[in-house]
């Protein structure tokens, strides 16, 4: 007999409080942290040895395809724009803009908006750098920084097409890709103000002391900087080819001719390269000994990262293993409350196994037959599922979720700190997105 949704609910908690005592009270490495994590969790499921090793390599392996070369390149892009100065020049050409008083605001902005076509990590990536020379400048917590930037993003990407998750549950539950886009971005506009305003009141509460953080600028202050185009170029660049790749495999092309170059050029893996290459116009003349120090760095950083994130996946893989969606349909009487249903549903697989688009996938599937019983099977009933469960989907981003990792590693930031103010800022956010999508509910059903 398998476990049940009880015994599987023990040892998720027992998995996460497993992570949070060896990293912040034992000082344990999170690689190790969370392969332990794996063990206790996957052990506590009655799962034996053999499965869980092979369940380990299979979750690592799966985010190492999808995220280790994206990694890579965008910590070798962030190295080449700190060193050639670029970093310094975006930074103060926002703030000459916005004011130093408005810069985290700022970076919920542009995350909200580059969010749209771009998925949450790589944007994330691309844009980290911009974090360490706004808190110099402004005097701002990195944390505030980085979680404004990451919850601008992580608000589109759970709510608007042409994200995967939510694309998936909009062509399961056959809604009209236009209307999500519409409504969800609707919805994600107050989640981003949630987003941020938890940052701007948790990053001083919870603020990592001088000690803990160390705001990198090995740029020489002597240097000649480039100017803000070629500065911006290599960020903005990948931004558009990503972008542009993302609504044309949207919309019904033949993808023959520039539109198969285009779908190309704005792989990510692609796209990263060409900001790479860039970045090498900032600079008038790289040497053969600083180039070979800054991919050496790159390199070592891009490592740590990767196997922090690797680590994540195959605690997602452990409990994603004993289907938890099945537990949840099986202990669930559905009534009237479908919206608040589809939430919690989401917010649970979201909450157990990492990934917001595994959550709203499996959510979706589990919901479509039962749409009638929810009171939901009708053309705004579908649309409102479909934002549940994005809501749903937000919540909530902690130490099984490899974006989570990629915030704490390319902020330079501890996991405290990022789960009292990102991870919470998730969890505040799904619930802003839940309260949005029932005062919809009024206008629409």
Known sequence: MGPSFYQLLICLIA??????????????????????????TGLGMQMNGTDIVVTIKDGFGNIMKSLGLIIVLGTTLGVLLEQ????????????????????????SLTGFFVGFPVFCDSGYIVLSGLIPPLAKRTGLPVITLAASLATGLYSVHCLVPPHPGVSAAASSL???????????????????????????FAGKKYAPTPTEIEVENSANPDQKLPSVTLAFLPIVVPVLLIAARSFISIE???????????????????????????????????T???????????????GSIL?????????????AATKPGEHFRDIVHFGGAGILLSFLLTSILKTAQ???????????????????DMGLDSSHGRLLSILAMGAGSMTISHANDAYFWVIVNFSGLDMKSVLKVYSVASFLMGLTTLAMVYLLSFILL
Request: hydrophobic share 55%; aromatic share 10%; with cysteine.
């Open 15 to 40: 998995g996460i409080v497993v992570i949070i005592l060896l990293t912040t009270k034992f000082r344990v490495h999170a690689f190790f942290a969370l392969l332990i994590a794996c063990f206790v």
């Open 84 to 107: 050639s100065g670029s970093t310094k020049v975006m930074a103060n050409y926002i703030l000459s803009k916005t004011g130093d008083k408005n810069a985290a605001l700022a970076m």
């Open 174 to 200: 056959g809604v009209d890709f236009g209307r999500v886009i519409g409504w969800g971005a609707l919805a994600a506009l107050p989640a981003m103000l949630v987003g941020y305003g938890w940052a701007r």
């Open 252 to 286: 019904s092309f033949n993808h023959a001719g520039w539109e198969s170059g285009l779908l190309a050029l704005g792989d990510p893996v692609i796209a990263l390269s060409i900001g790479v290459l860039l970045c090498f116009t900032t600079k008038r003349k790289w």
């Open 288 to 302: 053969r000994e600083s180039l070979s120090k800054i991919f050496h760095v790159a390199i070592e950083k891009a």
């Open 307 to 319: 196997v922090i994130i690797g680590a994540g996946g195959a605690f997602g893989a452990i409990l």
């Open 354 to 372: 990492g990934s917001s688009t595994v959550a709203i996938i499996t959510a979706s599937s589990i919901v479509l037959p039962l749409l009638s």
